[in-house]
């Protein structure tokens, strides 16, 4: 290689680290601002291509894109002076590049601490104004929207921040705290536990009187029905053999007569003494049989 293409080379070298000296990009995404000596010469950059004198100039870009804040958790006191803590997150973004350029020094981690220590500051005091009810549930939703307008004032006064929104992720009791709470509820829930089956017990003891009463009148109601039923018959049936009697009474006598032969004679080994001349034997005699 000669001299005039080792020249050229260096030029090229020249021009390029001339051009990235003095020229810059601010994107879409991005905001800057340009200082000059380290003061703030451009506060607000316009997205595209621009120029800077080196050495002189320098230029701090920023995201303009909506940033997450996501604190650890904080332990705040209620209006009962209750302990919760309290995890939580916040969306922001910078709308104002001075003012955020000078009270954070461009740095974004500087700028989650100042924002953090404002949101606690605000949840404190809105946790101190309410029941734990309120902060739980009742009032949780309004609680955030006041907070955030309020820390939006501030925040785009003092550091040029955009509070966009603020929610809080999880509230619990400390842990000392919970295992009280938990007995407390255990206890309450036992003691409406035997409430309930001390009534249940009652209610049973009042089904069961019921039922063998009940019982009591229906079993008796079946024996009077079956009683009247049974003389009913016994009646009929006495009817029907006084009839069958009056019809033909010496023919219902030697009925009568065989059925007391067949029950006494019944067993081989029985053994049975009685009068030939008796009444029992009068239609097994010769006379007697050859009239009939």
Do not use: C
């Amino acid at each position: 290689m000669n001299n005039r293409g080792l020249g050229v080379l260096i030029l090229i070298g020249l021009a390029i680290i001339l051009g990235s000296q003095t020229l810059y990009v601010i994107k879409e995404t991005e905001r800057g601002v340009l200082l000059k000596f380290g003061e703030v010469a451009v506060p607000d950059i316009e997205k595209g291509l621009h120029f800077k004198v080196p050495l002189m100039h320098a230029v701090r870009k920023f995201d303009r894109r909506i940033l997450t804040l996501d604190s650890s958790p904080e332990r705040f006191l209620t209006v009962e002076k209750k302990p919760l803590d309290v995890d939580f997150y916040a969306k922001w973004r910078v709308i104002d590049t001075f003012k955020f350029y000078t009270a954070t020094n461009g740095e974004e981690a500087r700028a989650h601490r100042l924002l953090a220590q404002r949101i606690n500051d605000g949840l404190r005091n809105q946790f101190g104004e309410r029941t734990v009810h309120e902060v739980v549930s009742g009032e949780r939703d309004l609680l955030m929207v006041e907070l955030t307008h309020k820390l939006n004032q501030i925040a785009t006064t003092e550091f040029g921040i955009e509070v966009v929104d603020i929610r809080v992720k999880r509230i619990d009791l400390p842990e000392q705290v919970s295992q009280s709470v938990f007995d407390r509820m255990k206890s309450e829930r036992e003691r409406e536990a035997r409430e309930h089956r001390s009534t249940g017990r009652e209610q049973a003891e009042f089904i069961r009187a019921a039922a063998d009463r009940e019982r009591t009148v229906i079993a008796a109601n079946a024996y009077r029905d079956a009683e009247r039923i049974r003389g009913d018959g016994d009646a009929r049936a006495a009817e029907i053999y006084a009839q069958a009697y009056s019809r033909d009474a010496e023919f219902y006598n030697f009925v009568r007569s065989l059925a007391a032969y067949r029950d006494s004679f019944k067993g081989k080994d029985d053994i049975l003494v009685v009068d030939s001349e008796g009444e029992f034997f009068k239609y097994l005699k010769e006379d007697k049989a050859s009239q009939r």
